[in-house]
């Protein structure tokens, strides 16, 4: 089984930042893409930022030049740094991973539970 833990959410203040923080555990054989995703109140998901398979960065226009993905591939973890929070970041920040276990030849999706942000006005 593969787990995918976030950590680093909160209440900030607009103009303020944030660093959100993922690790995938477990049987890992590697890891594809990785990165964030979030959902506001009745909104849809929609992606953050995310590293490709060629290790490509990818960001929302709404977040470029404010927020930065970066990872550690020896913890098998990827980092979100949020500066310049606005009131319209507010949502549930997941992450999520294609991974490949031990014991599988084929890559699977998965998510993390979820990490609240809210930026106050």
């Known amino acids: 089984q593969v787990q995918l833990v976030e950590s680093g ?3 900030v203040q607009a103009g303020g930042s944030l660093r959100l923080s993922c690790a995938a555990s477990g049987s890992i054989g590697s890891i594809d ?21 060629a290790g490509i960065t990818n960001y929302a226009d709404s977040v470029k030049g404010r927020f930065t993905i970066s990872r550690d591939s020896a913890r098998n973890t990827v980092y979100l740094q949020m500066n310049s929070l606005k009131p319209e ?33």
């Open 33 to 53: 893409n990785m990165g964030w995703s979030r959902q506001a109140p009745g909104k849809e998901r929609e992606l953050v930022a995310a590293f490709t398979s």
């Open 9 to 11: 959410g909160g209440l």
């Open 89 to 121: 970041d507010t949502a549930v920040y997941y992450c999520n991973a294609r991974v490949r276990s031990l014991s599988s030849w084929s890559y699977n999706a998965y998510w993390g539970q979820g990490t609240q942000v809210t930026v106050s006005s």
